[in-house]
């Protein structure tokens, strides 16, 4: 009996070893790819003979990922700032006082959470266009902020509700306190873990998004990660070699931070997931 | 933390005497008031206007659009392409939640048992989460790719014929399927993971008293019970499938022809490169109630199986 559960223990990890090999393949074909000379037709699967570091800053320099860094770094950082925010200011009134105004605003923006984004698309492009602000940071911060604020308001709105004692707040506001400064001195301090959540699944996804900067961030100067890349591989297709080198440098800072902080992010996001 | 909530919520149950001064404006609105004009400009006024334009011929950029009632509703419901493209976006919906969920919960139920590489194989699983769907798309082109791709390598090296799958309309919306599968099914793992590890040992040691079999339990009281978290994965990866976009451009670009596109992705080509506004808006609508019915229907669903423990 012990003998036989020894070897089911060893099947099942050799189970376990088998599918984290294959769910390398494709990162390991990426690397293989990127330290290649585009004339060398050795296999796929085999490390090169000579690696061609000079991939890397060929692919940084003509895709200009410096600049693309730069763009995704502060749309991702003002929108999660401003999230945080107008979010957890925003969901404080909608858990706190019940009034039929309040309800109806909840109920508005729980219901805006069903709508995809992209089906609003081409009214707003339009709007966009119109109002000048093609090409611009503000547009992409405002798009993504409009996009999280629904999720944002839920989450906070959530956990005011269920953890967040009321005397607290009577407490600061017998001394006097204005409702800014009750919310900002008292409440805002006790919401940490749930504005954890909310960075970094903001974070995540603004820095990956490619669906809203496709279409609002078409020039050099203002153009993100994801859309210097698409533009990128436009280019070069006879060339993967340099278009792998590009996608493995721009995933790798996202990944780091997985990495490091793993139990951060797997709880964050499926925070939002369970609740959204 | 609660340890400061209770320690400053003290005194003040016990001083009833004194109450807090009401507040004069009780909805406390203008705290929601930016929140809420971002939302309505940008999601909720365009989402209307996206209704509106849906009844009109207007081409994407000129100042006037003529009202033509239900014609490009005719249109759409008459286009083959229509219902190419719908079929594709159920399949990815439906067919990537369908093994997001069979493999996410294969995994978990391996990655609860103890045994070596289990936070590796965790870790790695779930690391495409966090990349971006493009990047993802790209990462998986170099394996596909017809010339120059690792697995044509592979198939030349067995003496086989290259595959030019994601040139094939055949294969390539399940090649889709597969990369999106492989991208999100970290989600669903981890998601069956907590749901396995909250349910009682107490359980399964009765049923072992009663001589359950494995299979037996596992179908009288895991399945039951991780009910939730699969009501959870199964709604939110029909969101998620349905939405695709980001990982057809990078594979196939929505080709050849339509034969990979999706709703989102036929949405774009019918603005950009087709100059059919009133016709991508049309499209729009059909997607967004595909996606809201879908969606309530699987919440419903799955919902109802739940039991309270």
Not at chain 1, 123 to 139: A, C, F, R, S, W
Request: charge should be positive; charged fraction near 15%.
């Amino acid at each position: 009996m012990d003998g036989r559960k020894k070897m089911i223990k060893w099947l099942l990890t050799g189970i376990a070893l088998f599918v984290t090999l294959f769910h390398l393949i494709p990162f390991y074909i990426m690397i293989t790819t990127s330290l290649k000379a585009n004339n060398d037709f050795s296999s796929k699967w085999l490390m090169p003979e000579t690696y061609k570091l000079s991939n890397f800053i060929e692919a940084w320099e003509k895709a200009d990922l410096g600049t693309a860094f730069i763009n995704t770094f502060i749309i991702t950082a003002s929108t999660a700032v401003l999230l945080v925010l107008l979010g957890s200011m925003a969901a404080y009134p909608l858990a706190r006082m019940f009034t039929k105004l309040n309800k109806f605003v909840y109920f508005l923006f729980i219901s805006i959470m069903v709508i995809p984004p992209l089906t609003a698309l081409v009214p707003l492009y339009k709007m966009v266009v119109d109002i000048g602000m093609m090409n611009t940071h503000e547009i992409a911060v405002l798009n993504n902020l409009a996009a999280f604020l629904p999720l944002t308001i839920f989450l906070y709105a959530g956990f005011i509700r269920s953890t967040i004692p009321k005397e607290l707040e009577e407490a600061a506001r017998m001394d006097g306190a204005g409702t800014l400064v009750v919310f900002f001195r008292v409440i805002f301090p006790l919401l940490k873990p749930v504005t954890a959540s909310i960075l970094i699944i903001s974070c995540v996804f603004i820095w990956n998004d490619y669906q809203f900067a496709i279409f609002f961030l078409q020039s050099k100067e203002v153009q993100t990660l994801t859309v210097a890349l698409a533009s990128f591989f436009g280019q070069n297709q006879s060339n993967l070699n340099l278009v792998a080198s590009a996608a493995l440098m721009s995933m790798l800072p996202m990944t780091i931070l997985f990495l490091f902080l793993q139990k951060y992010f797997v709880a964050g996001l499926s925070s939002g997931s369970v609740k959204g | 933390m609660n340890e400061v909530v209770k320690e400053a919520s003290r005194p003040i149950a016990k001083s009833k005497v004194k109450r807090a001064p009401r507040l004069k404006n009780k909805s406390l609105w203008w705290m929601y008031i930016p929140a809420l004009i971002v939302v309505s400009v940008f999601i909720l006024y365009p989402f209307l206007n996206g209704i509106r334009v849906s009844f009109t011929d207007w081409n994407g950029f000129s100042q006037t659009k003529n009202w033509i009632g239900l014609e490009q509703y005719k249109r759409m419901f008459q286009d083959p392409a229509t219902w190419l493209v719908v079929k594709n976006t159920l399949l990815y919906g439906i067919g990537s939640t369908l093994f997001q969920n069979i493999i996410g919960l294969l995994y978990a139920l391996l990655l609860n048992q103890s045994i070596r590489l289990k936070s590796l194989t965790r870790t790695i699983v779930y690391l495409p989460v966090i990349i971006s769907p493009l990047v993802m798309g790209y990462i998986w082109y170099f394996f596909f790719a017809y010339n120059g791709g690792a697995l044509n390598d592979a198939l030349n090296l067995f003496g086989l014929d290259k595959v030019n799958a994601l040139g094939n309309p055949d294969i390539n919306p399940w090649i889709i399927v597969f990369v999106n599968t492989y991208q999100f099914v970290g989600i669903a793992m981890i998601i069956y993971l907590a749901g396995l590890q909250s349910i009682s040992k107490e359980y399964y040691e009765a049923a072992e008293i009663d001589g359950a079999s494995a299979f037996q339990q596992f179908k009288n009281i895991t399945m039951p019970l991780l009910m939730p978290a699969i009501t959870i994965n199964v709604v939110l990866n029909i969101i998620g499938g349905l939405k695709l976009f980001d990982v057809i451009i990078a594979l196939t670009g929505g080709g050849p022809g339509n034969a990979s596109q999706s709703m989102s992705t036929f949405m774009y080509d019918l603005y950009f490169s087709r100059q059919d506004a009133g016709y991508a808006a049309t499209q729009g609508v059909l997607m967004a109630f595909i996606i809201l019915i879908l969606s309530l229907f699987a919440l419903v669903y799955f919902k109802r199986k739940e039991i309270d423990v």
